[in-house]
């Protein structure tokens, strides 16, 4: 559970929310928000967060320092 | 690479893709011919060389046919936001750089609120034919929105063209929905056909959940982009290839590019000029990479004209203009002025007003092909530019100071040629700063011997002089083609009198800030 969008950085391009294997993102007020208990960190999905990879803006879509990283379900 | 047989093979309900490879190769570039004899793409006479199918869907599209673009408007709705590779002319604060000038945000629509705001617009503006859709992301990086919106569009608006704009990642997935949709026009932005090359201007491609950097998206992105174009070529959609130019990374290589999507069966060829200035926030803008000055653009154009048809007329419009090319209304059309607005969609009134356009047209192309005659004796190595200020219509009908954009027209004993276009400040908006855009408008058209205008006051005129543009107003609200021809012939009779000598003028600057700032 530990993706999380920068609000400020974030263009509202929408790009990362149909990626998402979770359907975690969706906008909230004009910008993409995540929301912690669906994130998975496309763990077992993709290689690679999906959200990052597509997101125009480098380190818009971080690890959620204020959230436990996934532990996964296996 | 995917060869063309192939895509043709594999596919059901596809034309023959030889017949339209003929159609297009006979057709030849409708600049082509005889030096500079004839004039633009889709100019001259009107259908010209053009076979009857190819011309019944370009002849009212501002974008496929120079002509057309003096007489038809487009839109745009910004309804797709997401895109899914990045380039270094853009910067995703603001619009895609692909068509639109970097600097400028779209209000963006939802596919219903877009449906809504064409009806509202081609009420208004009944000689708007086309929608199209390009961006402010990539389209076909929203495929949802983008199909939704033109199926809304074509159940209510039938007889609007559909148009749409993509980087062509994805292109080859969605050929067959944009062929069902009945889209007619796909314009992809093909910037390299050499990853090496793609590598500097591409940092990223996302494809397949995964992101590709460096040369090997570069290669992705070209292979798709050139698979896409073949599969529309096969199934007889009409494609415009968008190609930006960055002088020093791919300007020589626009060559061929040029070869490259010819031989696809490519229909038009669009090289614009990269805009790039430090305050876009763009990697090329903060690298300090230039654009290309008036003349290099040019120089480009003409060398790839002779194998296919160029496109000059193109303006870089925004994700939401509206308008004719070189015009913007779309502030006339912001959403809540849209849901206001009670829309009354008359298919007959736009056909009467499109017939009274059509007669115009006509009326413009019998004028010019009888000032043509009047040169057919002359013989004169003399070819020059006129910049001209127009509202529309193909006349000379704006005030010098009232001006947004300059239309360059190249003269010669062939004729009078559109070439181009310059976009200034307002001259005329009154308060400070009259003195300094009046010299950036010289900077623009200093290649140009003349300007034709309806009116100029006397303050400018004498400034114009002494820079050596002659001033022209002895025209106004004429045809332009025409009254260039005579004022063309004129200017052959003092030469050759010796009451004046033909210099030859300097390079024009492509204005940069002016892109920036105004709608
Ligand atoms: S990391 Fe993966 S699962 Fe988490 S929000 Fe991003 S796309 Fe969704
Ligand atoms: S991809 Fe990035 S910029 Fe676009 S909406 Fe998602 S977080 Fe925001
Ligand atoms: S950007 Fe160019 S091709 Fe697109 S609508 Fe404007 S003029 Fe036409």
């Known amino acids: ?74 | 690479m995917h060869g063309l047989t192939e895509v043709t093979d594999g596919t059901s309900g596809a034309v023959d893709i030889g017949e339209i490879m003929q159609a297009i190769a006979e057709h030849k570039g409708c600049g082509t011919e005889g030096g500079s004899g004839k004039a633009s793409c889709g100019s001259g006479a009107g259908q010209g060389d053009l076979p009857t199918e190819i011309w019944e869907k370009v002849k009212n599209h501002p974008c496929y046919s120079e002509e057309a673009h003096h007489h038809y408007a487009r839109m745009h709705v910004a309804v797709a936001p997401a895109c899914n590779i990045q380039c270094n002319y853009c910067n995703r604060k603001y619009d895609c750089a692909n068509e639109s000038r970097p600097g400028v945000v779209s209000e963006k629509l939802s596919p219903e609120q877009a449906a809504k705001k064409v009806l509202a617009v081609a009420s208004t503006i009944p000689q708007m034919t086309v929608l199209g859709i390009a961006g402010p992301g990539d389209p076909l990086a929203n495929p949802a929105k983008t199909f939704k919106t033109f199926e809304l569009i074509s159940k209510t608006a039938p007889d609007i063209k559909l148009c749409l704009s993509t980087n062509g990642l994805t292109l080859p997935d969605h050929v067959d929905t944009i062929a069902a949709y009945n889209v007619d026009h796909v314009t992809i932005t093909i910037n390299m056909v050499d990853p090496e090359i793609g590598a500097q201007i591409y940092p990223w491609v996302f494809y397949n959940h995964k992101r590709y950097t460096g040369i090997e998206g570069a290669r992705l992105l070209t292979e798709r982009q050139l698979l896409g174009l073949e599969m529309l070529t096969a199934r007889g959609i009409l494609t415009k290839i968008n190609s930006v130019m960055i002088p020093g990374v791919n300007d020589k290589h626009l060559v061929e590019v040029n070869k490259a999507v010819k031989s696809r069966g490519a229909f038009l060829h669009n090289i614009m000029p990269l805009i790039s200035a430090p305050e876009h926030g763009t990697v090329f803008g903060l690298t300090g990479q230039r654009g290309p000055s008036a003349q290099e653009l040019k120089a480009l154009q003409d060398s790839c004209e002779g194998e296919m048809n160029m496109m000059r007329h193109c303006r870089q419009c925004r994700a939401d203009a509206v308008g004719l090319l070189g015009e913007d209304r779309s502030a006339e059309f912001t959403t809540d002025k849209i849901m206001a607005m009670e829309v009354n969609y008359d298919i007959d009134t736009r056909r009467a007003y499109q017939a009274a356009v059509e007669q115009e047209r006509v009326a413009k192309v019998a004028a010019k092909q009888e000032e043509l005659e009047s040169l057919a004796g002359e013989s004169s190595d003399i070819k020059l530019l006129i910049a001209v200020a127009t509202k529309g219509s193909g006349l000379i009908n704006e005030h010098f100071g009232h001006a947004k954009e300059f239309q360059v027209y190249e003269l010669s004993t062939s004729g009078a040629k559109f070439v181009g276009h310059r976009r200034v400040d307002l001259y005329c908006q009154g308060g400070f700063g009259e003195e300094d855009s009046l010299e950036t408008i010289i900077k623009a058209i200093n290649d140009c011997h003349a300007v034709f205008v309806a009116k100029i006051g006397g303050c400018p005129k004498s400034d114009l002089t002494a820079a050596g543009i002659e001033p022209v107003d002895q025209y106004a609200h004429e045809f332009i083609e025409k009254s260039a021809i005579a004022w063309f012939k004129a200017y052959l009779d003092k030469v050759n009198s010796g009451e004046i000598t033909h210099q030859v003028r300097g390079d024009a600057a492509i204005r940069q800030g002016a892109l920036i700032s105004a709608a």
């Open chain 1, 1 to 74: 559970m530990a993706f999380k969008i920068v609000g400020s950085q974030c263009t509202s391009c929408s790009a990362c929310e149909p990626e998402c294997p979770n359907t975690a993102i969706s906008e909230k007020g004009g910008v993409f928000v995540i929301d912690p208990a669906k994130c998975t960190e496309c763990i077992g999905h993709y290689d690679m967060p999906q959200c990052v990879a597509v997101c125009p803006v480098d380190e818009t879509c971080i690890i959620d320092p204020a959230q436990p990283r996934y532990q996964g379900a296996a």
